[in-house]
Each structure stands twice: as C-alpha cells, then as structure tokens.
C-alpha cells in the first residue's frame, strides 16, 4: 500500500516529474554530443602542415615579419614616412594600414599568427610573392564559413581547393592551420604541390625562424647579375624596426668575387676599429680602412681604370713641367703620411662671398714632421706677389699654411696641425677657429667600424633652399625663377621637417668579403 495518496498528486506536479526525467535522460548524450564536437574541432584545428612543406627552395627572398599585427599602429604612425618622396605614396599607404577595416579586429587578429613569411622571385614587381602565416584554432574555425563570406570564390585548381578574394584578387589556399595566399594563381599551385627535394632546408627555415631581437622585419635576398646592385652583391640580410619616432635598420651584405677582387686592395686592411670624431655639423664622415689617403686613392682609381690605361698621377705629371713634377711628388708623398683616420665635415654655406660657398673642414691622422716638411717645402711667395694671390703662405711661429683666393676669408683654404692630426678648411675662419679650440675633435665617440656618416636634415636643406632663394631671385637658377623656386624649397623643407638625424656605420667583414651596419633615423617628436 502506498505511503501517500496519489489522490493527492495533483497533474502539475506529475508534468514537472515528466520534465525532470526527460532532462536526466538528455544530459549524458548531450555531453557526449559535446565532446565528440569538442573531439571533432580539436582534430580539425590540429596544427597539421609544417611552414617547410608549402615554402620552396632557392627563392630570391625570404622576409619574415615579426607581430605585424599588433606593431601596425607604430609602423603606420611613424614620421618617418612624412619624409618619403610623394611618388612613393608611402604616407598614403600608412595611413590605410593603421585605419579599421571592415573585418572586425578580433578576427584579423585570429587569421593571421604572430609569424608570418614573404618569399619570392620578382624583386621588380613583387607579383609572385607567396604570404604564409599560421591561423589559431578560432582563425581556422572562421576561415571554415568563407562559403557564407561575400566575394571569395571557390577554386577546385583540380583538387588543391583554392579560394580567390574577389574577382581580381588574390588566390589563397588552407592546409592544416596555414594560410597561403598569393596574387599569382601558379605560384600558389607550386607551393601546394611541392615535393621534399623542391622544399625550403630545415636548417635554413629554423635560422630565419630563429628567436628575434626588436625587429619586425627580417630577412635575407639572393641577388643574381640581372638584378639591381647585383653585380657588386650576391646577397643582402637585413632587420628592421619602425616606431613612432625612429627606424633602425642593420645589414650585412656579401660581394661578388669580381668586386670582391677590386675592392681587396681598398678593404684588404680594413678592421672595425673605434672611430675618432669629425668636427660638428650639417654632414659629418668619419673613416678608417686601415689604409694611407694616397692608397685609397690609387685603389680607388684602379678600380674604374682599364688595365691599359695610365694612373691620373701619371698623367698630371706627363703634363707639367719638370719643377712642378716635383712639386707633385712631393704633394703625392704627403697623402702617403695621411691617414688612415679621416674625417670630414660640411659646415654651412657662406652666401656673404662674391659667390655663395660651402664651408668644408677636415682633419686626417698625420705624421706631424713630414707634414712641417713639406709646408716649408713650398717656399716664400714671390716678393712682388700682392696679399690676394694665390701662393702658399706658411707661418712657422703658428705652424699654419694659407692659399688666399679672390674673395674673403671664407673662402681662403688654411692647414695646421693639432697634435697629431692635420687640419684642413676651406675657410680660414673655420680653421682658426677649429686650431685654436683643439677639444671640439676631441669629444667621446661611441662608434665602431671603417665608416660613420651623420647628416642632419633640416638645418642642411635649409642651408642649400636658402641659397636656391637668393641665387633664384638674382637669375642664378637654371630652370627656376625667385617665384618657381618656392614651391621646390617647400617641398623639401616639409619633407626634411619631421627628420632630426641620419646616421650610418659600416665594417668590413674581417675577410674582406662584404659589409655589414646599421642606418638610424631619429624623427622630431610631434
């Protein structure tokens, strides 16, 4: 007998026990429903296809970018394409990187992996270019309903399963969790069907894979003869960071063994070494090739001479008379004491001559006795020269050699020695300066190699525009009048505006075989 009445159950309640049971049977094959999907969508979303099996071998570049995604802000911000030339549409380009797009970021953000790879062939026109990155789960999950996205388009390519953006858009291509994607249909088919000999090395993938430093880019390019620069270079490496207010850039290049043969005698001594400062200014150079300037000039003169073909020091010394074939070989003897420190420093330009003039100053490692030895070499000027001509001067009290030219001090070349250097100026001015403050070539310079180069933008363009307006305005100008000229200064002086500082160092590989360093840009903060 039962221990209630079931007189006293009423229908509601027994529905709510119906309902009650139907959900005690539905949960075990909803979980199971659940982890079959679950199942399913990890088998789907597996990592299946290694970077190697879609990358082939000998291609001309191979360029990895490093977090595009999330570094896009800085790179598209970055003044440093204020400063490209409008032809290039940089500032243009930048400006469509950094906007939102259409597609929702969360999702660019899951299509494309942190890595991604550019390789290719075309270095004129980039049309072969094959783009690879790895999709996260949820990236490979959405790429899975293109079918319900508008324009992308089905291509079965017999059997590889293409897909093309849009009716002249790229074609791409899913295996595993890769994404490959090219404007080049047939580019795209060879790297789906690659067999293992056509394949990119692992040694060499797992180099440019390798952990990364701060830059976003990297890579290396193959050149061959058809290419740009590349009958001096067989390749060129590279890694590169852009911020908001400043670009790096490092490479290393290796020559071809015809250049590599011309330039040994230049580079054959050349070591990284610390570079000693140029004097302060609008463009400053700094070298050190381990060679004297007379050396430098022989080699370099070699290098675009025909073998038949007399040295120029022979051929000025054919054509003058015998006092002044000593002359010189003595002045040729001199450049063999100078150096193998150089630096030089344009300074200004001085539109207060009869002519306006570039302020150069220079200063070499020198044998300070051969160089006493040869200024008084010169001899005294003639007794009846006036003070304007131009004959040697040399003062032994200041140890100092003057040229005076038609004009004003400015323009009035001056030597003299400070310590160990020699000293040289196209303006008298300068070198006195310059002589009598020795401590500005004397600063802590943090630089290493055989080469620093430093130019400062915006006081140097304006320094040039400033003399374009007033040679413009007295018809000085071929091809521009006072009016003309302005809109060229303008354009300039925007261009150089956003830039504070260029700098380059370069070293020689120790064997001579290339070079390698860095060019910087510093911007002005906004």
Same mark, same amino acid.
């Given at each position: 007998?039962?221990?209630?009445?079931?007189r006293?159950?009423?229908?509601?309640?027994?529905?709510?026990?119906? $309902?009650?049971?139907?959900?005690? #049977?539905?949960?075990?094959?909803l979980l199971?429903?659940l982890?079959?999907?679950g199942?399913?969508?990890?088998?789907?979303?597996r990592?299946?296809?290694?970077?190697?099996?879609?990358?082939?071998t000998?291609?001309t570049?191979?360029?990895?970018l490093?977090?595009?995604?999330?570094?896009?802000?800085n790179i598209?911000?970055s003044?440093?394409?204020?400063?490209?030339?409008?032809a290039f549409?940089?500032?243009?380009?930048?400006a469509?990187?950094?906007?939102?797009t259409q597609?929702?970021?969360?999702?660019i953000n899951?299509?494309?992996?942190?890595? #991604?790879?550019?390789?290719?062939?075309d270095l004129d %026109?980039?049309g072969d270019?094959?783009?690879l990155?790895?999709?996260?789960?949820?990236?490979?999950i959405?790429?899975?309903f293109?079918r319900f +996205?508008?324009?992308?388009?089905?291509d079965h390519?017999?059997? &590889?399963k293409?897909?093309?953006?849009?009716?002249?858009?790229p074609?791409?291509a899913?295996?595993?969790?890769l994404?490959?994607?090219?404007? #080049?249909?047939?580019t795209?088919?060879?790297a789906?069907? &690659?067999?293992?000999d056509h394949?990119?090395?692992?040694?060499?993938l797992?180099t440019?894979?390798?952990?990364?430093?701060a830059?976003?880019?990297?890579?290396i390019?193959?050149l061959?003869?058809?290419d740009?620069?590349g009958?001096? +270079?067989?390749?060129?490496s590279f890694?590169?960071r852009?911020?908001p207010?400043?670009a790096q850039?490092? !490479?290393?290049?290796?020559?071809t063994?015809d250049?590599?043969?011309?330039?040994?005698?230049?580079? =054959?001594?050349?070591?990284?070494?610390?570079l000693?400062?140029?004097v302060?200014?609008?463009? @400053?150079?700094?070298?050190?090739?381990?060679?004297?300037l007379?050396?430098?000039?022989?080699?370099?003169e070699?290098?675009f001479r =025909?073998?038949?073909?007399?040295?120029a020091?022979?051929t000025?010394?054919?054509?003058?008379?015998?006092? %002044?074939?000593? @002359?010189l070989?003595?002045?040729?003897a001199l450049?063999?004491?100078?150096?193998?420190?150089? $630096?030089?420093?344009w300074r200004?330009?001085?539109?207060h001559?009869?002519?306006?003039?570039p302020? +150069?100053?220079?200063?070499?490692?020198?044998?300070?006795?051969?160089?006493?030895?040869?200024?008084?070499?010169l001899?005294?000027?003639?007794?009846?020269?006036?003070?304007?001509e131009?004959?040697?001067?040399?003062? /032994?009290?200041?140890? $100092?050699l003057?040229i005076?030219?038609?004009?004003?001090p400015s323009?009035? /070349?001056?030597f003299?020695?400070?310590?160990?250097a020699?000293?040289?100026?196209?303006?008298?001015?300068e070198?006195?300066? &310059?002589?009598s403050?020795?401590?500005?070539?004397?600063?802590? !310079?943090p630089y290493?190699?055989n080469?620093f180069?430093?130019?400062?933008?915006v006081p140097?363009?304006n320094?040039?525009m400033?003399?374009?307006?007033?040679?413009?305005?007295q018809?000085l100008?071929?091809?521009h009048?006072?009016?003309?000229?302005v809109?060229?200064?303008?354009l300039?002086?925007?261009?150089?505006a956003?830039?504070d500082e260029?700098?380059?160092v370069?070293a020689?590989?120790?064997?001579?075989?290339g +070079?390698?360093?860095e060019?910087?840009?510093? #911007?002005?903060?906004f």
């Amino acid at each position: 007998m039962s221990s209630y009445d079931d007189r006293l159950i009423t229908p509601s309640l027994r529905r709510r026990r119906r $309902r009650s049971g139907r959900r005690g #049977c539905i949960f075990p094959y909803l979980l199971i429903v659940l982890v079959i999907l679950g199942g399913f969508l990890a088998w789907y979303t597996r990592d299946s296809h290694p970077l190697r099996h879609l990358l082939p071998t000998g291609q001309t570049y191979n360029i990895v970018l490093v977090d595009i995604i999330s570094n896009r802000s800085n790179i598209s911000q970055s003044r440093v394409w204020e400063a490209m030339p409008d032809a290039f549409a940089t500032e243009q380009m930048m400006a469509s990187l950094g906007e939102h797009t259409q597609v929702p970021e969360w999702v660019i953000n899951n299509i494309i992996g942190p890595t #991604c790879f550019l390789t290719g062939n075309d270095l004129d %026109e980039f049309g072969d270019v094959l783009f690879l990155t790895r999709m996260t789960r949820v990236g490979k999950i959405i790429e899975a309903f293109h079918r319900f +996205f508008p324009g992308i388009e089905p291509d079965h390519a017999g059997g &590889l399963k293409l897909r093309r953006l849009s009716e002249d858009g790229p074609y791409y291509a899913v295996r595993g969790r890769l994404l490959a994607l090219s404007p #080049c249909r047939e580019t795209l088919i060879k790297a789906l069907t &690659l067999t293992d000999d056509h394949r990119i090395p692992q040694k060499t993938l797992d180099t440019a894979l390798g952990e990364s430093g701060a830059e976003q880019v990297r890579g290396i390019i193959s050149l061959g003869p058809e290419d740009p620069l590349g009958d001096a +270079f067989k390749s060129l490496s590279f890694a590169l960071r852009i911020e908001p207010l400043s670009a790096q850039l490092e !490479f290393r290049t290796l020559l071809t063994p015809d250049w590599e043969a011309k330039l040994n005698p230049i580079l =054959d001594n050349a070591q990284a070494v610390r570079l000693d400062p140029p004097v302060e200014g609008l463009i @400053e150079v700094s070298a050190n090739l381990g060679i004297t300037l007379s050396e430098v000039w022989s080699a370099t003169e070699a290098i675009f001479r =025909d073998d038949d073909e007399p040295s120029a020091w022979d051929t000025w010394k054919d054509a003058l008379e015998e006092d %002044e074939q000593a @002359e010189l070989e003595l002045f040729q003897a001199l450049l063999g004491m100078i150096g193998p420190g150089l $630096r030089l420093t344009w300074r200004d330009i001085d539109q207060h001559e009869m002519f306006p003039l570039p302020t +150069f100053v220079a200063t070499a490692d020198a044998r300070p006795g051969t160089v006493i030895g040869f200024f008084e070499s010169l001899g005294p000027p003639p007794e009846d020269a006036m003070p304007w001509e131009s004959f040697p001067r040399y003062d /032994p009290e200041q140890q $100092r050699l003057t040229i005076p030219m038609i004009g004003g001090p400015s323009f009035e /070349p001056t030597f003299g020695l400070i310590g160990d250097a020699l000293v040289a100026s196209t303006s008298a001015m300068e070198a006195d300066t &310059l002589l009598s403050n020795p401590n500005e070539t004397t600063t802590p !310079f943090p630089y290493q190699g055989n080469l620093f180069i430093r130019v400062r933008p915006v006081p140097s363009v304006n320094e040039l525009m400033d003399t374009g307006r007033l040679l413009a305005s007295q018809n000085l100008l071929r091809g521009h009048s006072a009016e003309s000229f302005v809109q060229t200064a303008d354009l300039w002086e925007r261009k150089a505006a956003p830039l504070d500082e260029l700098t380059a160092v370069i070293a020689v590989d120790e064997d001579g075989s290339g +070079f390698r360093g860095e060019l910087a840009i510093t #911007c002005v903060p906004f």
